[in-house]
């Protein structure tokens, strides 16, 4: 029974428990400084399939399908997913015709902090013994929905970050595991004027700062509190931002804030601009790097912030500003009797 | 504490109550025989708006505000919505800046049972006390988006359904109101291999019978127990084609299976074709229909069955079939001691 502590995070009295996990991604993703945590790499773009968009549900389909392995008999019942193409459509055929019900969500590319929040709320609540969160996005699929088509080259910001070509699916049971889910903060949406959807990172830093805030202001805790607190895809700019605007408020994040965006590619080397971005960042560095780092005994205790930005290509040339949104989960490796 | 009973419903130990609900319809809706439920009739098109697509989030806008009115003081601690739109960004403009944090979905037109559903397990499972689920769409910006520029002025096949232009929030609370959520039935998605877009009633049928019998096997309820059935936006057509499939099953939905999409429209005079669809179609007949007459003493105890087609232009173009999905809502009448 979720209760509710301060303004808006909710504490886990059941504190439900990471069952398995998997991460599926592309070639660059494969060649970047995480590749070793990943459970597969497609160096086909297209994995198998005829069209980016149906190798993103192809990728998805094989996470799920990963995550449940490595669960052994473990099944869900309940999938919670999303992804970024337009009606989330990657997300649905993946799960097309499997046993369990599926619930749809559009947190953009908070969606895997939104997807493991909501499956542990409901865990924590009772009724249910296993649920499952996941999504992916795909660069190729996200370009040229969101800009343009790949053959015509178009030139990139310097703001700009990678749509990452990844997936990261996690199952959680209502009982004990090594790796606890303990908090939940869901976000506000906020709008801080961006409109540069070629920098969604500044777009995005003020939301993750009012969640982080609000998460420390409810629980007592503080950096000091986690081994690491991961943003999900500021990139440089944005994560940049993001530690000015916390130092401004007399936090220092020193070197425990990080971001998935900074942390999937090189920079130097993999032309990437600002970092990587999309539902597959997040998601796939949570399942690749961040929750085998946490059962390694890496990190302790960690706080997932997932962050989302919730325009469309079409609100940009409508001249809106750019709304986000950052779900914030705190995750925790249970100590040993 | 929800309980699971059967496959895969849930039913609610704490059943969560109806505090307010509201819904704000565009000029057609507003013309057709549930005319009179509606909390506001809009016959701008633009909502005093610049485009379509802001007046859709400013009809959600309104509608969101005008529950809250209903509701007095009673604030939520938690918001979920989604939309149509590329990106659901509708939904996400219309909660840009309120205090409540937001959980966006993306369940098609299944999205007001979706939200209702899953605010009512959080607040069954404790740590909230108030959640609001809203959704809506409209006809211009869902026609442009989905089909032609309105302009073009395309011809539309018999089969095909007009997207309501309407909105629909309902504030739940975690304590006893006159009505009550007492069993959630998520869906799964269910491909029965129907690709036409313009048939869409179709595409969801075998969706509702998969979760309408899940719900019936779970429950050990029938049509006999239910005063009304509502399916979301399955149309005339697609409303004929579950009936025939529930009789195959050897049930008799008799007078008791209703759908919105055949309420909200006077289809002899409307020329609408097959019916309403979209989010705010179910939306709006809940919020300006159902909920107002359960309270009146109409009806004692109803499922409210939203209906979604997960599709988009692109997986049509790409010549897939139509995923789709049903998420089943029980909501009852408290009993005056």
Redesign the interface.
């Known amino acids: 029974?979720?209760?509710?502590i301060g303004k808006?995070t909710?504490?886990l009295e059941r504190r439900p428990g990471v069952v398995s996990y998997a991460a599926v991604v592309g070639g660059k993703e494969g060649a970047g400084p995480l590749k070793k945590g990943f459970d597969e790499v497609s160096t086909d773009s297209f994995f198998g399939q005829e069209?980016w968009?149906?190798a993103e549900t192809a990728m998805l389909s094989r996470c799920i399908d990963r995550c449940l392995q490595k669960a052994g008999g473990a099944r869900p019942?309940?999938i919670l997913g999303?992804d970024?193409?337009?009606?989330?459509?990657s997300s649905?055929?993946a799960?097309?015709?499997?046993?369990?019900?599926?619930?749809?969500?559009?947190?953009?590319c908070s969606t895997m902090a939104?997807g493991l929040g909501?499956a542990a709320?409901?865990l924590?609540?009772?009724?249910?013994?296993r649920a499952m969160a996941f999504t992916g996005s795909h660069f190729c699929a996200a370009e040229r929905q969101y800009r343009f088509p790949l053959e015509y080259g178009g030139q990139r910001t310097p703001s700009s970050q990678w749509t990452v070509t990844g997936a990261g699916a996690v199952l959680l049971a209502g009982e004990a595991e090594s790796l606890e889910i303990t908090h939940v903060?869901?976000?506000?949406?906020?709008?801080a004027g961006v409109p540069d959807a070629n920098n969604m990172g500044a777009a995005m830093a003020p939301a993750a700062l009012d969640t982080i805030l609000a998460h420390f202001d409810d629980t007592g805790l503080d950096f000091a509190d986690y081994d690491a607190v991961f943003t999900g895809d500021l990139g440089a700019i944005g994560h940049d931002i993001l530690e000015d605007l916390l130092r401004r408020e007399g936090l220092d994040p020193s070197l425990r804030l990080l971001d998935c965006g900074v942390l999937i590619y090189n920079r130097l080397t993999q032309d990437v601009h600002a970092g990587g971005s999309g539902c597959g960042c997040s998601a796939s560095v949570l399942a690749g790097h961040i929750l085998p780092a946490m059962e390694r005994g890496v990190w302790r205790r960690v706080l997932f912030a997932g962050t989302g930005a919730?325009?469309?290509?079409?609100?940009c040339q409508?001249g809106?500003s750019i709304?986000a949104?950052c779900?914030a989960v705190s995750i925790e490796r249970r100590e040993r009797a």
């Open positions: 029974m979720a209760k509710r808006r909710l504490r069209s968009e149906k019942e309940l999303g970024l193409l337009n009606q989330c459509v649905a055929f799960v097309r015709d499997r046993s369990a019900p599926y619930l749809g969500l559009y947190g953009a939104e909501l709320l409901l924590d609540g009772g009724g249910l013994n903060t869901p976000g506000r949406v906020v709008d919730l325009m469309s290509p079409l609100t409508q809106c709304p949104v779900h």
